[in-house]
């Protein structure tokens, strides 16, 4: 069973970047879909961006493409979103998840496995 840790959040000036961490043990990260997510008060939890085991990166989320990424690191067992020219709209708790199952997916019920979720405050 995988367990996941987030990391990286912060407060960010607009047009600012972050880098978001989803390091993972127990198990290999290889062998999972990997997705981002957010969510911000009072809304629904909404997919951004998901890596499929053979790395293959999907958008979920139209308002970031251009801008947010996503790459695995197998060495450090770990997945990272890289968020440019962020916007105050961007501002969220943001989570990743994992599944052995699917190949990728922006729902999070298609998820088995959560870490606890790094916050992301973008404001002057």
Request: charged fraction near 20%.
């Amino acid at each position: 069973q995988v367990q996941l840790v987030e990391s990286g959040g912060g407060l960010v000036q607009p047009g600012g970047s972050l880098r978001l961490s989803c390091a993972a043990s127990g198990a290999a990260l290889d062998l999972y879909a990997i997705g981002w997510f957010r969510q911000a008060p009072g809304k629904e939890r909404e997919g951004v961006l998901c890596i499929s085991r053979s790395d293959i990166s999907t958008y979920y989320e139209d308002s970031v493409k251009g801008r947010f990424t996503i790459s695995r690191d197998s060495a450090k067992n770990a997945v990272y979103l890289q968020m440019d020219s962020l916007k105050p709209e961007d501002t969220a708790l943001y989570l990743c998840a994992a599944d052995e199952k699917i190949h990728y997916s922006g729902d999070p019920g298609h998820y088995d496995y959560w870490g606890q979720g790094t916050q992301v405050t973008v404001s002057s």
